[in-house]
Nanobody, 128 residues
Framework: QVQLVESGGGLVQPGGSLRLSCAAS????????VGWFRQAPGEEREGVSC????????YYLESVQGRFTISRDSAKNTVYLQMNSLKPEDTGVYYC?????????????????????WGKGTLVTVSS
């Protein structure tokens, strides 16, 4: 059974850090592009960071550049999102996704929210 499971969310103060994990089962995540998306209350989902498959190229939403880092651990079949210097506006439910049937660029995946399999999300709350 193909499954993506996010973890690592929680409550953190502004300026703090969290590392989100996206663990895959039922398929090999290293063969596919993977993206992190978030949705804040009352807002549309947006692509935060994506990593490509052919050259591990990456894309970051402008507001998180320099603060977030996406990475893969193929041995663990997991993709991570390291989030530093968190701000209240980073609050939201974070989802990981992968476009199993397509091979988009990292940028296209994030900008167009391309994904065939999605996790159920993990909540990140940045508040003092």
């Amino acid at each position: 059974q193909v499954q993506l499971v996010e973890s690592g969310g929680g409550l953190v103060q502004p300026g703090g850090s969290l590392r989100l994990s996206c663990a895959a089962s039922g398929f090999t995540l290293a063969y596919y592009a993977v993206g992190w998306f978030r949705q804040a209350p009352g807002e549309e989902r947006e692509g935060v960071s994506c990593i490509g498959v052919s050259d591990d190229s990456t894309y970051y939403l402008e507001s998180v550049q320099g603060r977030f880092t996406i990475s893969r651990d193929s041995a663990k079949n997991t993709v991570y999102l390291q989030m530093n210097s968190l701000k209240p506006e980073d609050t939201g439910v974070y989802y990981c996704a992968t476009p199993v049937g397509r091979i988009p660029t990292a940028r296209d995946m994030c900008v167009m929210s391309i994904g065939d399999y999605w996790g159920k999300g993990t909540l990140v709350t940045v508040s003092s």
